[in-house]
């Protein structure tokens, strides 16, 4: 058993925290899969590696998957530390529910437990810009406007509707989506190209400013859609035209600067 | 060609805010000037009540161009919807540019309740720039798919 495995099952044995949430070997070598640890025995199973791609952060706002009482461990990738503090910066976890560790290249195990330890680590364990992704958001951009819309058109009209995607995003929480409302049905239910499009638009905008770039809306994609380049483009446009900080509460569309600037509105 | 596009005359929706651009479309009509009729006024309480599903909508629904409007800056009845709806137009464009929805098609201005002449003027200008542009075709075709796959087969 690694240390740190042990330095988990310890916790667990001795009450510090309820659950710890973190990753075990999957079904093939190549794969991990979550694991909810309720006891010290199950904390020997817990793996930390490159394998590691769900983003746990997802089952944070899951209230019927947690205990009511005590403290929750995550061993958590950076991907999940960022989503954690962002769902702890819209008010959604309470600070101090969630003891987010992190395991170091020789097994070290940091606590971080506030958004302030949250917002050090992040910083100082920067990830790097997925090449591909941006290439690929080159290359549609240098298509003529028409090229775009027949390439989302055909991407799109793939879906099939399974929210996978709104699933496996940690900032997609809300307990009612727009897609189930009917009164008004502003996007019909069945899997057809403009209502997929349609639903695609929601999901980005309502994730402008708050999206992470964790990937786990392309990764849970059946269709393998690139979904994933909409957030990303989105996030450009926000840095380029409201800088690259984001608020330490709320996000970059709920609030604003009487100096916005635009040339469109004449 | 430019035969039909005279012959075309654009359907234009307008999303305003009740208190400056709708009453300054009020104005327009109270002093008698005459502007083109192919707008289609929907009233809303503020700019920041636009919803942008709605211009998706009216794209659907077979709008041709869009207008939105709504009060000055600093000049909000509710003191900062406006800038609130600013924001998010220009993220929502970046977007729908990327997605290859026509921007061109959705114009945006400030008309405030003293400003009649301007909105007869920004009115004309969309539709003159919408007529030049033609139908939106390209997403009524795939709003309206099934219509379209049938009358393929028929
Ligand atoms: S990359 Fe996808 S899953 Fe991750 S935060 Fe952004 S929208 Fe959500
Ligand atoms: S995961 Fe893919 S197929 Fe499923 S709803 Fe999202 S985009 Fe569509």
């Not at chain 1, 799109?156 to 307990?175: D, F, G, I, N, Q």
């Not at chain 2, 707008?39 to 503020?46: A, M, T």
């Amino acid at each position: 058993m690694n240390n740190w495995n042990k330095q988990i099952a310890d916790m667990l044995a001795d009450g510090t925290v309820a659950l710890v949430i973190g990753y075990e070997e999957g079904s093939t070598p190549q794969k991990t899969r979550p694991l909810f640890c309720h006891d010290a025995v199950a904390a020997e199973r817990l793996v930390m590696d490159g394998r590691c791609t769900h983003n746990l952060a997802v089952y944070l706002t899951k209230k019927e998957l947690l205990p009511a009482e005590g403290r929750i461990g995550v061993v958590a990738t950076v991907n999940v530390l960022k989503s954690a503090l962002q769902l702890m910066q819209e008010n959604q976890i309470p600070e101090g529910r969630f003891l987010l560790m992190a395991v170091g290249p020789e097994g070290k195990l940091t606590e971080l437990p506030d958004a302030e330890s949250l917002r050090q680590y992040i910083a100082a364990h920067p990830l790097p810009d997925n090449p591909e992704v941006a290439a690929l958001i080159e290359k549609i951009d240098a298509m003529s406007r028409e090229e775009r819309w027949a390439y989302w058109q055909e991407c799109l009209s793939k879906c099939v509707k399974c929210y996978a995607c709104r699933a496996a995003c940690p900032l997609c929480y809300c307990t009612r989506c727009i897609v189930e409302d009917n009164r008004p049905q502003w996007i019909l239910p069945w899997a057809s190209t403009l209502p997929n499009i349609e639903w695609q638009i929601n999901r980005v905008m309502h994730m402008a400013g708050r999206c992470t770039g964790c990937g786990a809306c392309y990764a849970a994609c059946p269709l393998h859609l690139p979904i994933h380049l909409l957030t990303k483009k989105l996030t450009q446009e926000i840095n380029r035209e409201f800088g690259t900080e984001r608020p330490a509460k709320g996000n970059v569309l709920s609030t604003f600067s009487p100096d916005d600037k635009e040339n469109f509105i004449h | 060609m430019d035969e039909n596009k005279a012959a075309f005359e654009p359907r234009i929706i307008a999303f305003v805010c009740n208190w400056c651009t709708y009453a300054g479309a009020d104005l327009t009509g109270t002093s008698r000037i005459k502007y083109a009729t192919n707008v289609e006024i929907v009233r809303f309480p503020c700019t920041g009540r636009i919803d942008f599903m709605l211009l998706l909508k009216a794209f659907a629904a077979g709008a041709d161009g869009i207008i939105v409007s709504g009060c000055h800056p600093n000049d909000c009845h509710y003191t900062s919807g406006n800038f609130h709806a600013r924001r998010r137009w220009i993220v929502f464009r970046g977007l729908l540019d990327f997605l290859g929805i026509d921007v061109r098609r959705i114009h945006y201005y400030w008309v405030s309740a003293a400003e009649g002449a301007k909105w007869a003027e920004v009115v004309n200008q969309t539709v003159a720039e919408i007529r030049e542009l033609g139908p939106y075709t390209e997403y009524k075709k795939v709003a309206n798919y099934i219509e379209e796959t049938e009358a393929a087969h028929e």
